[in-house]
Every structure is written in C-alpha cells, then in structure tokens.
C-alpha cells in the first residue's frame, strides 16, 4: 500500500459491520486511507475475524484486564503506536476516551452514531427515536470529544421513521446509510477537505460537492 494513505486505527467492541464498510472502502485503490490495525476491548467480538480476514493486524485490549481506565488506555495507545497509526475511527466501540487520550491525537478521532445528532446521544439511539416519535431520524459521523456523542460533526445522512417500525427494521435501515456515510466521511477528513477548528467543523470550498453527497439520495422521497 501507498506511503501516502492515511494509516487508520479501528476501535471495535462488537460485530463490526462500519469495520468491513471501511476496509471494503480501504480496498479500493483511490481510497487515501488504509486500516493498519483493529482493536477491540472484547476478545469475542466478530470485528476481529473482519480484521483477520482482510489480512489486517487484530489485536485485543480487554479493560477489565486492566487496574484503572489510565492503564487500558496506555494499553491502547501502545497497540496503536505499534501500528504507526494516525487516525481513529470509532466503529461500535463501547468505551468512552479521556480527553488525554484524544489528545494524543488531536482532531484526528471519528466516530460514527446511529441518530441525527444532537438528538438522541448514547446508547439506544434507534430506541430513543421511536419513544419520542420522531418522523426522520438517521445517522452522523463527528469528531469525538470527551462527551458522549457532542463533538463536531462531520456529516448525516437521514432515513423515514415509518409507521410499523421496531427498533431492529429502524435499525437496519439505518445501519444502510452508515455503511455508505462512514468512508465518506473518513474521505473528506484525512484528505483535509474537513476539519476541526477548536469547537467547530471546517469544510474546505473544494469539499462542496462531495459534502451534499453525504446526504442520503431518496431516503426523504
């Protein structure tokens, strides 16, 4: 692989369906990122065999193994030092990050969530939704903060809430337009076309075009 891809490090907890979206997008040859490690805090969780399978180095991490949450992320930050990484991506990770260890890469941190963000942060997102009864509800990917799901967005893609939803069909239908959002949206940050200014997301001018493709072709139709 290229020299000049962006080398990024996936943190997983689970199944790792925006895993394999990103290394099927990594795959391509005019993709500017490559996955140079997976690493999961759950020994059993499915991302790993994702990793395994694309040839990329999986590693595990397990909190509970550690005394203090200072002590796990040290762990962390030594599989990704290791791996020569220079962004991370948050894909289902199930831990939330200090703000020393974001700051050891500053605005360099991504994460994906399954909800129109500001409404709806943390877990159950797809649930939330459909207690409060919203008719759109979709999907975001921002810049991680040391909030729960308040950092800068980077990009959404929006999906109907219909009348016989649950919160597996919502769910899934979401989980569509994650698959597509995520890589995009990796595209634009490693490539500078976005950008975190203290508080705030910058969208460079060239970005225009690919910035309204991250809207969801149809999904209001």
């Not at 500017?32 to 805090?41: F, L, Q, R």
Request: glycine share 8%.
């Amino acid at each position: 692989m290229s020299a000049s891809r962006a080398r990024l490090g996936v943190l997983v907890s689970g199944s790792g369906s925006n895993l394999q979206a990103l290394l099927d997008a990594c795959a391509r040859p005019d993709y500017p990122a490559e996955v140079a490690c997976v690493v999961s805090n759950v020994a059993t969780a499915y991302a790993l065999e994702r990793a395994r399978a694309a040839g990329v180095p999986a590693v595990v991490v397990d909190h509970k193994a550690h005394a203090s949450k200072v002590d796990f992320e040290q762990a962390l930050l030594g599989a990704l030092r290791e791996a020569r990484v220079e962004w991370i991506c948050l894909a289902g990770f199930m831990r939330l990050l200090s703000a020393d260890f974001l700051g050891r890469f500053p605005g360099r941190v991504l994460n994906i969530h399954p909800s129109l963000l500001p409404s709806f942060p943390g877990l159950h997102a797809q649930r939330q939704a459909l207690e409060r009864g919203v008719k759109v509800a979709g999907c975001t990917v921002h810049f991680v903060d040391a909030g729960t799901d308040t950092g800068p967005i980077i990009g959404q893609a929006a999906v109907p809430v219909l009348p016989d939803d649950d919160e597996k069909s919502l769910g899934a239908r979401i989980l569509v337009e994650e698959h597509r959002l995520y890589p995009l949206a990796v595209r634009l940050a490693v490539t500078g076309q976005v950008s975190l200014e203290g508080a705030r997301t910058r969208v460079a001018a060239r970005a225009t075009t690919d910035a309204l493709a991250l809207r969801s072709p149809g999904a209001m139709e």
